[in-house]
């Protein structure tokens, strides 16, 4: 009897104390959600899973090995861009070149300015200073041209950008740094100085030559991606070609997760393997290391591409604001077109979908957008709707480049600067976003607007709730539009993360009165302190 009437006084004790951090408003994580609504409770578990997987949300920087970082061994290593290639100086520009009749390709394909793997590494720290979580390299396989899109051999590394060896110590390195390696697959086509292919061509009982089409009905004997001579398709349909791409444990795709320690790959021209293919593959990546990613460039919209792959590179979302922002496209009609597209791929893929503004196939963002206005409201949006901002080598800095091959010069180390405009703003947008946990992982809501690109990301807990409004048009917009957010307090004040709005914006019922200049863009963030020792959200989470 005294052991129970002991145990019943212990619960009373706790159940007061209980009440007592709550009161008090102590932290309501460990209360087991004691205040959640029954949304919240469900919400808390996604968001907790979500939080624990690098893929959501990853803050991406995608380098061209080649034109990162000055090789500190160049004069060791000049034998391997003899001619017909041609090795520039790192001060020169990537201009558009010739065909040459006897290579097969362009003559700006085989230049090269000499950065590698080991000089890469070397640069680390401005990565890591950035906040970048996940480091992705454009193709590194044996190749020929600079680009490496023509692989010779996928498990061996371009000699003019190290070895395997040096593969595995920058993983280990970025690992330390509590970063991750995303490499570039190409694994629906090879190139046509491939051994194999050349092998193949020649001699019709080849063991490779069912590794690829032949036949008359082809211009150039053979099927080539997009028509390029240079770059001849993988027969997929033949197991021995997926049981070397990603099949076997030692495939390219496993051998590089398991052996050099990669965490992902990102796949070329996705949309040309398939469902079926992209669906094994990722299955493949998955067994040989659990949590891997795979991401596929894919152009299309991407409401059937999941569980294919995880993400994919979010072009549809790209183009929607490069339309709205050009006047193409309504405000109102772009968020009921994003709306539509996080509703009908869902939230978790678009988590983990890189969202491109530029990239080595694209203008840099500052030739694709005229106006720094254009420029810096791409970018917000690029880092508040769902996904994982993929930033391109050089924009931090304010490089430009117009069509390929001017967006693939070499970095501009003497820009990296303190005082620089493009990199004091950039890295404004990195701290808000690793500061706020809606925009890395939040839900997405539309917010009713006849005038901005208007959104909110919210989580569980009412005060990460963060109210994205842009304006995109030439004059200024003030309009009353509703957030719908049953937490949100009356007389609540929301703040301007980005210093538009000088003045706090208070939410009446649900509404709030949104006064946006003109070519610009707020993200208003919920204020929940108490004010002398008052707050309405004692009980609300």
Do not use: C
């Amino acid at each position: 009897m005294n052991i129970v009437r002991h145990s019943f006084r212990n619960k009373i004790v706790t159940g007061m104390m209980l009440s007592l951090f709550l009161v008090q408003g102590q932290s309501v994580a460990d209360t087991s959600n004691y205040f959640a609504n029954e949304q919240d409770k469900q919400l808390t578990a996604s968001l907790v899973k979500r939080g624990q997987d690098w893929r959501n949300g990853a803050l991406v920087y995608q380098v061209l090995v080649d034109r990162y970082a000055p090789s500190k061994n160049l004069d060791k290593k000049r034998d391997l861009y003899a001619s017909p290639k041609v090795l520039k100086s790192w001060d020169e520009v990537p201009k558009g070149g010739h065909y040459l009749e006897d290579a097969q390709v362009w003559s700006h394909e085989i230049e090269f300015w000499g950065g590698d793997l080991d000089s890469l590494k070397s640069k680390l720290d401005h990565i890591q200073r950035l906040g970048m979580d996940v480091l992705y390299l454009n193709p590194i396989h044996y190749g020929f041209t600079n680009h490496k899109y023509d692989a010779l051999d996928y498990k061996k590394v371009s000699p003019e950008f190290g070895d395997r060896e040096d593969v595995k110590a920058l993983a280990d390195e970025l690992h330390r740094r509590g970063m991750k390696l995303v490499l570039d697959g190409v694994f629906n086509h090879m190139g046509r100085n491939a051994e194999i292919f050349k092998q193949a061509s020649k001699d019709q009982n080849s063991p490779y030559r069912d590794w690829f089409y032949f036949g008359e009905q082809y211009p150039s004997g053979h099927r080539a991606w997009a028509s390029a001579i240079n770059l001849p398709e993988l027969n997929l349909e033949n197991p021995a070609v997926r049981e070397h791409v990603y099949n076997a444990p030692n495939s390219v795709v496993q051998g590089y997760l398991l052996d050099e320690g990669i965490d992902g790959w990102r796949l070329d021209v996705a949309f040309d393997i398939g469902f079926r293919y992209l669906t094994e593959l990722t299955q493949a990546a998955h067994q040989a290391k659990p949590g891997a990613l795979v991401v596929g460039e894919i152009w299309n919209y991407p409401k059937e591409w999941f569980p294919a792959i995880d993400g994919i590179m979010n072009f549809s979302a790209r183009e929607v604001l490069i339309r709205t922002i050009f006047g193409d496209i309504s405000p109102a009609m772009a968020v009921t077109m994003l709306d539509r597209m996080v509703s009908d791929a869902g939230i978790e893929p678009m988590l983990k979908s890189w969202l491109v503004l530029d990239n080595h196939d694209t203008p840099r963002l500052k030739n694709l957008f005229p106006e720094l206005w254009q420029q810096q409201m791409a970018q917000v949006l690029q880092f508040s709707f769902p996904g994982s901002p993929n930033v391109y080598y050089g924009v931090e800095v304010g490089m430009t480049g117009g069509i390929d091959p001017e967006m693939r010069a070499p970095m501009r180390w003497d820009w990296v600067k303190d005082d620089n405009p493009s990199l004091v703003w950039l890295q404004n947008l990195i701290d808000i976003r690793k500061t706020n946990r809606a925009l890395r992982i939040g839900e997405f809501r539309v917010v009713n607007s006849e005038k901005l690109v208007a959104f909110e990301r919210y989580t569980d807990t009412a005060d990460e709730t963060i109210v994205v409004l842009a304006n995109p048009g030439t004059e200024d917009v003030s309009e009353s539009v509703m957030i719908a957010n049953s937490k949100l307090m009356n007389a609540t004040m929301m703040t301007d993360l980005l210093g538009v709005i000088k003045e706090p914006v208070q939410i009446w019922s649900g509404l709030i009165r949104a006064n946006v200049p003109a070519g610009k863009t707020v993200m208003l963030k919920v204020q929940t302190a108490q004010i002398s020792g008052y707050t309405p959200y004692k009980r609300v989470k």
